[in-house]
C-alpha cells in the first residue's frame, strides 16, 4: 500500500438540506492516476473541491497531505484580459519572488509541456476549447504540482483533442510523478488512463476498483453504469 | 445558528471588502502587474466614461440654469445665475452626476464582469492559486474609482457650468462672461472639497457595492444579468444616501 495523499471518510456534505456527498470515504495514494465516475449531479465536481478547500464538509473528514496542488477546472477558468502566457505566469507572478527569469524559465516549459508554446502571446477568446484546457493545464502543473485534479478534463471535446488531454494525463503522471484525481463520466478515458476506478451515486463510493476489475465488476450499480456507457458508444 | 436578514450580512461583507481593499492599495502600486491593472481601470473608468459624462454634464447645466434663471428672472436677479449654477454643481450634482455615471457605466461593467468570472470558476481559480480575489479584483477597480471619480466630477462641473452659461446667454439675456464671473466669484473652497470628498465616496460605493454583486453571481448568464441590475441600484441608493449624509455633515 502506497502513501495516501488524500483521504475522504465519512464525509458529508449537504447543499440546501440535500445531501450531496452522503458518507464519502475513499483513499488515493501516490503517483496514482485515480478517476471518480458517475452521472452528473452525483457530486463529483464537490468532491475536488472539498480537496483544494473550496468546500468544507458537513461531518467527516478530508485529509490532503501537504503538497502543491493544481486544479483543471471544466472551462479551464483562464483570465479573459491576460494571454496564455501571463495566465499560465500568474500563479508565479502573484504568490511567489522569484526572479523574472526563472518565471520565464517555468512558463515556458510548462507551455512546452502542453504543447501551446506558439499560442503564448493570445487570449483566452482567440483559442479553441481544448486549447484552453491546455493552458489551463500549463497553468496548473506551473508551480511544479504534485497532485493535479482534472475536472471533465474531455468534456465538450472532439475525439482527437480529448485523446491529446489522456496524453497529457498520462504523461504528466508517468515523467513527472504528478498524481491525478480525474473526474469524469467518460468511461472508456477512465479505462485507459485509470490507476483504480471509483464510481459515486448518490454521495457514496459504490465501487473503487482497478480498470480491469470495474469493467468485470457485477455490483448492479456498476453493471448498470458500464452497461450504460457501452450503449451510449454504440 | 442565528440567521441574520441577506441585506446585514451583504453590508457586512461589502465593509470587510473595502476595508481589504484599502489594506491592499499599496500592494496595487508595488506589484507591476498591479499597476498595469489599475492603468486598465484608470482608462476604463475615466477616459471610456467621458463621452457619456460630457452629455449628461452639459445638459445638467443647461436644465439648472433654465430653471434657476426662469424664476431670478422673475426678480431681475439673473446676475446670480452662475453662481447659483456653480453652487449647485460644486455642492451637489456634479458629484451625483459623476456617482450615477460611474454606477452605470464602470460599476455594471464590473459587477458583469466579476459575475462572469464568478459562474466561469475563475474566482475560485484565483483561490485554488493562492490569489486573494479582492487584492487582484477588487483593489484595483477600487482605487481606481477613488482616484478618477474627483477627477470626473471635477470635469462634470466645468462641462456643466459651460453648458448654463450657453442657456444663460442664449435664452436668458445673460452675458457669458457675466455668468462666469459670477459663478467663480461665488465659488468657496470648501465647496469644491466637499464636492471632491463626495465623488471620492461615490466612486469608492460604486466600486465596492459592485464588486460584492458580481461576487454573488450565480446560475449562468441569468445570474449575471441579475447582479449587474443589483448592482445599479444598490449603487445609486448608495450614492442617494451618503450624499444626503455628506451634505448633513458639512452645510
Known amino acids: 500500500m502506497g502513501e495516501k495523499v488524500i483521504e475522504f471518510v465519512d464525509v458529508v ?3 440546501e438540506g440535500r445531501a450531496v456527498l452522503d458518507g464519502l470515504s475513499f483513499a488515493v495514494e501516490r503517483g496514482e492516476v485515480f478517476t471518480v465516475l458517475g452521472p452528473s449531479g452525483t457530486g463529483k465536481s464537490v468532491t475536488l473541491k472539498h480537496i483544494v478547500g473550496l468546500e468544507e464538509p458537513d461531518s467527516g473528514e478530508v485529509r490532503v497531505a501537504d503538497a502543491r496542488v493544481g486544479y483543471l477546472f471544466q472551462s479551464g477558468a483562464l483570465i479573459a484580459w491576460k494571454t496564455v502566457w501571463e495566465n499560465v505566469a500568474l500563479p ?11 518565471i520565464e524559465r517555468r512558463v515556458a516549459s510548462a507551455l512546452e509541456a502542453v504543447g501551446l508554446s ?3 502571446d493570445r487570449y483566452p477568446a482567440e483559442l479553441s476549447g481544448g486549447m484552453q484546457k491546455r493552458a489551463g493545464l500549463a497553468r496548473a502543473i506551473v508551480r511544479d504540482a504534485e497532485i493535479v485534479l482534472y475536472d471533465e478534463p474531455t468534456s465538450g471535446l472532439d475525439p482527437v483533442t480529448s485523446a491529446v488531454i489522456e496524453r497529457l494525463i498520462v504523461g504528466l503522471n508517468r515523467e513527472r510523478g504528478v498524481t491525478s484525481v480525474v473526474v469524469t463520466h467518460d468511461l472508456a478515458m477512465a479505462a485507459r ?10 454521495g457514496r463510493s459504490v465501487a473503487c476498483l482497478p480498470p480491469d476489475e470495474f469493467m468485470r465488476c457485477g455490483e448492479r450499480e456498476v453493471a448498470e453504469f458500464v452497461g450504460a456507457a457501452k450503449g451510449e458508444r454504440k | 445558528m442565528t440567521r441574520f436578514p441577506k441585506f ?4 457586512g461583507y461589502a465593509g470587510i471588502v473595502l476595508v481589504q481593499s484599502v489594506g491592499y492599495f499599496p500592494s496595487v502600486f508595488l506589484r507591476s502587474d498591479g499597476r498595469r491593472d489599475l492603468f486598465r481601470q484608470l482608462y476604463a473608468t475615466g477616459i471610456r466614461t467621458l ?20 424664476e431670478l428672472a422673475r426678480f431681475n436677479q439673473e446676475n446670480y445665475l452662475g453662481a447659483a449654477v456653480m453652487l449647485t454643481l460644486l455642492r451637489e450634482m456634479a458629484a451625483f452626476c459623476c456617482g450615477i455615471c460611474m ?12 459575475g462572469t468570472m464568478k459562474v466561469n470558476d475563475e474566482i475560485d481559480a484565483l483561490r485554488i492559486m493562492g490569489i486573494p480575489p479582492v487584492r487582484f479584483l477588487a483593489a484595483p477597480r477600487i482605487l481606481a474609482l477613488l482616484l478618477m471619480s474627483p477627477v470626473v466630477a471635477f470635469y462634470c462641473c466645468i462641462m456643466g457650468t459651460i453648458g448654463g452659461g450657453i442657456v444663460g446667454a442664449t435664452q436668458l439675456n445673460v452675458d457669458f462672461g457675466q455668468f462666469m464671473s459670477s459663478a467663480l466669484w461665488m465659488a468657496a473652497d470648501k465647496d469644491l472639497f466637499v464636492g471632491i470628498a463626495k465623488a471620492a ?3 469608492v460605493l460604486v466600486g465596492d457595492v459592485s464588486f460584492c454583486e458580481g461576487m454573488g453571481a450565480s446560475l449562468g448568464a441569468t445570474g449575471v444579468g441579475k447582479a449587474t441590475q443589483r448592482a445599479v441600484i444598490v449603487s445609486f441608493l448608495a450614492i442617494l444616501i451618503s450624499g444626503y449624509m455628506i451634505s448633513r455633515a458639512f452645510y
Open chain 1, 13 to 15: 456534505k449537504r447543499f
Open chain 1, 92 to 102: 508565479l507572478v502573484e504568490t511567489t519572488r522569484l526572479p523574472d527569469a526563472e
Open chain 1, 118 to 120: 506558439d499560442a503564448a
Open chain 1, 193 to 202: 488512463i485509470s490507476s483504480r476506478i471509483m464510481l459515486i451515486k448518490d
Open chain 2, 8 to 11: 446585514i450580512t451583504s453590508i
Open chain 2, 51 to 70: 463621452p457619456v459624462v460630457t452629455v449628461v454634464s452639459i445638459f445638467m447645466g443647461m436644465i439648472l440654469a433654465l430653471q434657476v434663471g426662469l
Open chain 2, 103 to 114: 454606477a452605470a457605466c464602470v460599476g455594471s461593467a464590473i459587477a458583469a464582469e466579476i
Open chain 2, 201 to 203: 465616496v461615490f466612486g
